[in-house]
């Protein structure tokens, strides 16, 4: 084992020796995620205040005691928006997530394990879905459908099938060129139950490590969508919608734009994390 | 005569699922200026890693946990196990150069042979741009290399694995080490290459007066090369010496039962020729092409066998003389562009994907390592072909039978029952290629296509699975096509023989007549070219293993 080992990488000697214990920015990311998730579920476990009603004499309140992101411009707390924001920009980010994995995989998977002109034919389609700009697709599919949260998740979704379609179509041809599915061949076993049996659970790996990375990236077009308008209409709390309603105070308010937006990096960043993680689990 | 470099007590730890191993545990040696010290041993035995504790260039995880490496050059001497790394990266390509084990991978494939070849030059300053382009044009001819000028400009994609492994030679020699680690440096290349690109790290070693540690798996070579010999296993050194001293007789078991196990130093008899009889297998006027049009490569160029029932043949030739196209033409993995294939009654070509066929041939393939599904159980990959069966044909649905027809088919392959619930990856290479060739077995075909079965197992590992397949032939009266490049496996196993090359059958004939006195001037290149020093056979013979590996059934 370690002589192979030994090939692979000749890297100078010494790492440090920290990396028993899960490292503490993977601990700290789950956490982050926890948080959201929690939030999501029960934002009224964690404030108390209301986050559509507000009162006019508290409007644009720095962050203090009572108030710990400040107020709007109608003096709503913002942290309770943010909170119960989650549910809204969190389960659209879910929905876009499983559009595009679904949906890309499905096609990468018939691709790649069928060749030949039904393989020629999908991948021109998903070239053709690459070539246009994601905000713009994304935007072509809303107009279509019209706008909403759903809608908005969807055609976030939309716009990441391409990806999905590639890196899995990718996986099932490296998995398919492999010894063990020509010995599964061998021993007579027929394409779909070889594509079941064998392909499938060894290139799902990546594919989900890019899942838990386009998570994060959802959570940033839904907000993206959300700031141009066309996701949640006001006064629905939404992460992206939280921002773009506060973009005339950046000047006199900034904890207004600030603070959500650190909500929405950190979770974005905490996702990309665990998506490493995840790809080095099943790599 | 001085000393160069002394190993000491030396000891390597890799730390793996957050657990140190033990890869090298007190290994002592000493390598003289000018000679050759092998390192022996099979896989896991610390070799590979003692050759990257010297260049300091232990993968990650990887860890000096004590003794010195002493190096003695002209200016004096110098411990590289407490160089800092700065200083041991002067010394790295300068003072000790490293010939990778694989060529196909150890030139980088976006820069030119030439610039590859001149990275060590430039790297230590060596001189002007022009005189470095010069050097390198010298190098390279020096190894050689035909139309040197040439070669400097073409990408490594563009020369076969011999002359990259001259490349890779060339910059390793660059500036004349005093030290060169050669890991496994013929060991991905064919026996003819293998034997000029040896011819030329002698040659090189001798013009230079370099010193070569020299890392092999194969005996043979470190007998006719080395002037001293370090046998190891498990990360400890078994014993050490002069070459001769230890190879004529050896102190400890471990190095007898290598010496017992190295198919190269056979020198038993081929198996006997047998009557001739109407053969089972019969492939006539096979051609294969690849491509299309003009670009089109003949692999297989009308090759035209047959195998009688119980025998075994063997298919021998170099890299791209076209014997795994036949072999998985043979089981029905491919329709070859003409000929015909019969086994038996059944005509391959027009069965191809049977059930049919599949209870005919079976392919059993090289490399046990990706030939297993890594997520499935031993169990459920040796019982697969048994649920892909129809039950009119044989096949099982019932979970109780299939657990017993597992467990059989585990036994007759010599493996424990209970490894059916193990991973591959809990599993040896020789015990996986055993998974392997029971998955072959268990729906009790008629012939089976062994595809260099036998190829990437250590020796000890080789000869038991030899072994195995030639009693399971005397129990099942199983039909062998071996595909191999190694004429000793041949010699083993083997009853008659095909000797390809470049796509043509060179030479047909009983293993003793191919094998004794080869009618094709290839075929005696190749029989040539077999590392199998005299004295060593003749040691061998006068001592008589104890293992009982020089008869052959």
Redesign the interface.
């Given at each position: 084992m370690s002589a192979s080992a030994a090939v692979l990488l000749p890297r100078s000697t010494e790492r440090p020796a920290a990396r028993r214990r899960p490292a503490l920015t993977l601990v700290l990311a789950i956490a982050v995620l926890a948080v959201a998730l929690a939030w999501a579920i029960a934002p009224w476990l964690f404030t108390s205040q209301d986050p559509l009603a507000g009162e006019a004499l508290n409007a644009l309140q720095p962050p203090s005691g009572a108030h710990p992101f400040g107020t709007d411009a109608t003096g709503r707390d913002l942290l309770a928006r943010v909170i119960f924001g989650a549910a809204n920009s969190l389960s659209g980010a879910a929905i876009a997530v499983l559009v595009g994995l679904v949906v890309g995989t499905a096609i990468g998977v018939l691709a790649g394990s069928t060749g030949g002109v039904a393989e020629e034919a999908l991948m021109r389609i998903v070239d053709v879905l690459l070539a246009i700009p994601g905000l713009l697709l994304a935007l072509s599919v809303i107009v279509l459908l019209g706008f909403g949260v759903t809608n908005a998740a969807i055609a976030v979704g939309v716009t990441s099938i391409a990806v999905f379609a590639r890196l899995a179509r990718s996986q099932v041809l490296r998995v398919r060129r492999s010894d063990y599915v020509e010995a599964a061949f061998g021993s007579g076993g027929s394409f779909l139950r070889v594509l079941w049996r064998h392909v499938l659970p060894n290139s799902l790996g990546a594919v989900l490590a890019l899942a838990a990375l386009q998570f994060g990236s959802a959570i940033l077009q839904i907000s993206t969508l959300g700031f141009l308008g066309y996701g949640a209409p006001p006064p629905t709390p939404e992460w992206g919608l939280l921002i773009a309603e506060s973009r005339d105070y950046v000047g006199s308010a900034a904890w207004l734009t600030t603070l959500p937006g650190l909500v929405v990096a950190a979770v974005v960043l905490s996702a990309n994390r665990v998506a490493s993680a995840v790809r080095k689990a099943t790599a | 005569m001085s000393t160069l470099l002394t190993i000491d007590d030396l000891a390597v730890s890799?730390r793996?699922r957050?657990q140190r191993?033990t890869?090298v545990d007190g290994v002592s040696l000493e390598l003289q200026r000018g000679e050759v010290l092998a390192l022996v041993g099979e896989?896991?035995?610390?070799?590979?890693?003692i050759g990257?504790a010297i260049i300091?260039?232990?993968?990650?995880?990887?860890?000096?946990e004590r003794g010195s490496i002493g190096l003695r050059l002209a200016g004096g001497g110098l411990d590289l196990a407490k160089l800092p790394?700065r200083a041991l990266q002067e010394l790295r390509g300068a003072r000790i150069a490293l010939v990778p084990?694989d060529p196909g991978t150890s030139l980088n494939p976006v820069r030119t042979i030439g610039a590859s070849v001149a990275a060590p030059l430039r790297i230590h300053r060596w001189g002007t741009k022009e005189a470095i382009r010069r050097r390198v044009v010298d190098l390279l001819e020096r190894v050689g290399l035909d139309d040197p000028e040439r070669r400097a400009r073409q990408y490594p994609h563009e020369l076969s694995g011999g002359m990259r492994q001259r490349a890779l030679i060339a910059a390793a020699v660059a500036l004349e080490p005093a030290l060169i680690i050669a890991d496994e440096p013929t060991s991905a290349l064919d026996v003819t290459v293998q034997r000029r690109i040896l011819d030329l790290l002698d040659d090189l070693r001798t013009e230079l007066g370099s010193s070569v540690l020299l890392i092999t798996h194969d005996l043979a070579v470190a007998a006719e090369r080395a002037d001293s010999i370090a046998v190891l296993r498990g990360g400890r050194l078994e014993e050490a010496g002069e070459t001769r001293a230890v190879l004529r007789d050896p102190s400890r078991d471990y190095t007898a039962a290598l010496l017992a196990d190295a198919p190269a130093l056979t020198d038993a008899a081929p198996r006997q020729a047998r009557p001739a009889v109407e053969p089972f297998v019969t492939v006539e006027g096979l051609v294969h092409e690849y491509g299309k049009g003009a670009d089109a490569f003949r692999a297989v160029d009308d090759v035209g066998l047959g195998i009688a029932r119980g025998t075994t043949h063997a298919l021998v030739g170099e890299s791209g003389s076209g014997k795994t196209t036949i072999g998985r033409a043979l089981?029905g993995?491919h329709t070859p562009a003409a000929g015909s294939i019969r086994i038996g009654e059944l005509d391959v070509l027009a069965e191809r994907g049977s059930?049919r066929l599949?209870h005919a041939v079976?392919?059993v393939?090289q490399?046990p390592y990706?030939?297993?599904?890594?997520?499935?159980s031993i169990g459920q990959t040796v019982g697969?072909?048994l649920l892909?069966?129809p039950l009119a044909h044989g096949g099982v649905r019932d979970r109780r039978v299939l657990a017993e027809r597992v467990a059989t088919a585990l036994e007759q392959v010599a493996l424990p029952a209970e490894v059916a619930g193990r991973l591959p990856r809990e599993l040896s290479g020789g015990q996986r290629q055993r998974v392997?060739i029971a998955?072959?077995l268990i729906?009790e075909p008629q012939a089976v296509v062994l595809d260099e079965a036998v190829s990437a197992l250590d020796v000890t590992v080789q000869s038991q699975i030899l072994d195995l397949l030639e009693r399971l032939q005397r129990e099942l009266g199983l039909t062998y096509l071996f595909i191999t490049h190694d004429l000793a496996v041949v010699r083993r196993i083997a009853d008659t023989v095909t000797v390809l090359r470049g796509g043509r059958a060179v030479e047909t004939g009983t293993a003793q007549q191919v094998l004794s006195s080869p009618q094709h001037e290839y075929t005696r290149a190749l029989l040539h070219a077999v590392p199998s020093p005299d004295w060593l056979r003749d040691a061998r013979r006068s001592r008589r293993s104890p293992h009982g590996q020089l008869e052959v059934a």
């Open positions: - | 890799y793996a957050g191993h890869a896989s896991g035995s610390g070799k590979t890693t990257h300091g260039l232990l993968a990650a995880g990887g860890r000096l790394a084990q089981a993995f059930r599949r079976q392919l393939s490399n990706a030939s297993l599904d890594p997520r499935r697969e072909p892909n069966l392997a998955r072959a729906i």
